[in-house]
């Protein structure tokens, strides 16, 4: 129990406001009371008044980007979250599916509703929450889940040329293409580079024939002829 004396110059009942910290609990409550001020009254310190303190409440963020279930993300993820009332901050929780739910969260002390977390696992399910935390209370949204994207590979896989070939001449030359990795190619350029050598070395001497930027989707066990 604590005794709080309280001055006002006014003869009217008065709002006040103030904190009250919990040592123990390292909690903040707030209290809001009105009290009618009496002229020179003698405070009655056997009867006190009690005041009520309160935690103001908090609820779960909504709105959780990306979609549960969301997949074929890439490694450099942005979360996002609409915010909840009555919090001072957020904290983040990723982790893999399958391992134990963290204690600590992968960002504390977050003061905007987005966090971008790097570095993922490719082909990776994961798990993430988003904490909502103020002075005296705090809650945690339900888990929702999403998959980082599969990596391609692209490899030559049949080159058809001339056996020889005479000076000044023209030559034709083929080649396939296939997808051999688990994942597509997700939209991203790349160049089919062509070649001739005097050696099966490629280095800086050797000519580039033809260098075509190729734009087209290629999913796994995919392939193309140039």
Partial sequence: VYKVLVF?????????????????????????????????????????????????????????????????????????????????????????????????PTYSNVYSTTARVYSLKYGQLYRWKIGSVNDCSSVESSEQTFRIRQLPDLTVTQVQSPSGAESGSNLNISFTVKNIGAGNTAGILWNDAVFVSADATLSNDDKLLSNTTNIKQLDPDSSYTQ
């Fill in 8 to 104: 006002n110059d006014k003869t009217t009942g008065d709002n006040i406001s103030f904190k009250y910290y919990d040592i123990f609990a390292d909690k903040i409550y707030d209290i809001t009371e009105i009290i009618e001020f009496v002229p020179n009254q003698v405070p009655d310190y056997a009867n006190p008044g009690i005041l009520t303190a309160f935690c103001k409440p908090i609820n779960t963020v909504t709105g959780l980007l990306p979609e549960n279930g969301k997949e074929n993300l890439n490694a450099t993820l942005d979360l996002f979250w609409q915010p909840s009332a009555n919090t001072s901050y957020y904290k983040v929780y990723v982790w893999e599916d399958g391992t134990t739910v963290p204690t600590t």
